[in-house]
């Protein structure tokens, strides 16, 4: 995916400033499960316009900046829709701590574990924030689909979540269940 697609789809619902779209839309919604900064999100925006998928509107301002106020076009939307329907392949994941995990050898046990509390402690808050989002239900048939979708793309981000904290449990109980790991012979 990239982050123009997420900007397009925000944007269907109400045009937005760029600061707009990062703290009202983006970090309540795609953030979870694609991140991206302010400066990202004003570099995208810029191209985006150069690629004719939103326009801006100035709103002049009497004690602040100006504000753009950008706009999905016919030709944003034609993009959305070619991008939505197209197959994506599946992620590719870069995790550092299963990193150090595989590599969990050449540490002692109480370091080991330190990561996998850490780990499970993220994890706990992370689920606990997607635990605590709100999708209400809406008599508009059209709301109510989106809505759904919403929810499907909540619940597997609590599924994950949980299935990762269950697992770091398990590592938990291996490291300790082995015996004291000797660092030093990780080095022959």
């Not at 982050?3 to 707009?20: K, N, Q, S, V, W």
């Not at 326009?55 to 959305?80: F, M, S, W």
């Not at 924030?129 to 909540?154: G, H, V």
């Amino acid at each position: 995916m990239s982050l123009a697609h997420a900007i397009l789809g925000l944007l269907t619902f109400t045009p937005m400033t760029g600061y707009d779209l990062k703290t009202r839309a983006f970090d309540n919604t795609v953030a979870h499960f694609w991140q991206a900064d302010q400066t990202q999100i004003y570099r995208t925006l810029a191209a985006m316009e150069d690629a004719g998928w939103v326009k801006h509107t100035l709103e002049v301002q009497q004690d602040r900046p100006n504000r753009k106020v950008y706009h999905i076009t016919d030709a944003g939307k034609a993009e959305l829709r070619r991008w939505l329907a197209t197959e994506q392949p599946l992620p590719v994941y870069r995790e550092p701590f299963l990193v150090q995990l595989f590599f969990g050898g050449y540490l002692d046990r109480d370091t080991v574990l330190s990561h996998i509390d850490t780990q499970r402690k993220g994890h706990e808050a992370r689920l606990a924030q997607y635990e605590r989002i709100d999708i209400p239900m809406s008599d508009d048939p059209k709301l109510a689909n989106t809505r759904a979708f919403w929810r499907l793309t909540l619940e597997i981000g609590m599924a994950i979540e949980r299935v990762y904290i269950d697992w770091l449990k398990h590592c938990e109980e291996v490291v300790r269940g082995m015996s004291a790991p000797d660092p030093a012979a990780s080095d022959e």
